[in-house]
């Protein structure tokens, strides 16, 4: 499924369905996530990078690579069978790390990330008995770092610079990208 064929805007009203993915899932867990970061279709959500990054958010290995490792679950979340949402989970010793989190870019705002982010943390910390968790963000991202914020995440100052020249990761459209480590404690 490519990110054109995506709907934008869920219909259905049903429960949200957590589950590992599989490797089945790669090509429509690459659309969702390109679709919530990247090119035009991530302009309906607030979620884009679209101007500060062009080019891929990632790539079927990458994915693939996420599904594959021992330490790392790649959540697929479903209403009625439609892929939505997603996000890793990476068991980092007395930490779980947050990363390729993304939403139909016609769901953000509804509440739907909250949910994910909520259960996320619960199943992090019922699977690895872990007490905090990590992501890094953009730190030109004020919008959405702000909403991790709202959500008990807090900045701390640590910084790691973009990978500039990796192409897997994007093409940068400026010279000040880095990313800031977040920490939430849990329980």
Do not use: N
């Not at 870019?105 to 982010?117: E, F, T, Y």
Request: glycine residues 10%; charged residues 25%; negative net charge.
């Amino acid at each position: 499924m490519d990110a054109a064929s995506h709907p934008t805007v869920p219909h259905r009203t049903g429960a949200l369905a957590y589950r590992d993915a599989t490797a089945a899932d790669t090509d429509a867990l690459v659309a969702l996530i390109e679709s919530a970061y990247r090119g035009d279709s991530s302009r309906t959500g607030w979620t884009t990078e679209a101007d500060i990054l062009e080019g891929q958010r990632t790539d079927p290995q990458g994915v693939r690579e996420v599904i594959e490792s021992p330490d790392s679950r790649l959540l697929a979340v479903e209403r009625d069978g439609e892929l939505i949402a997603c996000c890793q989970l990476e068991h980092r010793g007395d930490a779980a790390y947050f990363g390729m989190f993304a939403v139909l870019p016609g769901a953000q705002g509804s509440g739907l990330g909250k949910q994910v982010m909520a259960a996320a943390e619960r199943i992090a910390g019922e699977t690895w008995g872990v007490r905090e968790m990590h992501m890094t963000v953009i730190t030109v991202r004020e919008e959405l770092i702000a909403w991790y914020e709202r959500r008990g995440y807090r900045r701390t100052g640590k910084l790691h610079p973009f990978p500039y020249g990796d192409e897997r990761f994007g093409i940068p459209q400026r010279d000040d990208l880095e990313f800031e480590l977040l920490i939430k404690p849990l329980g």
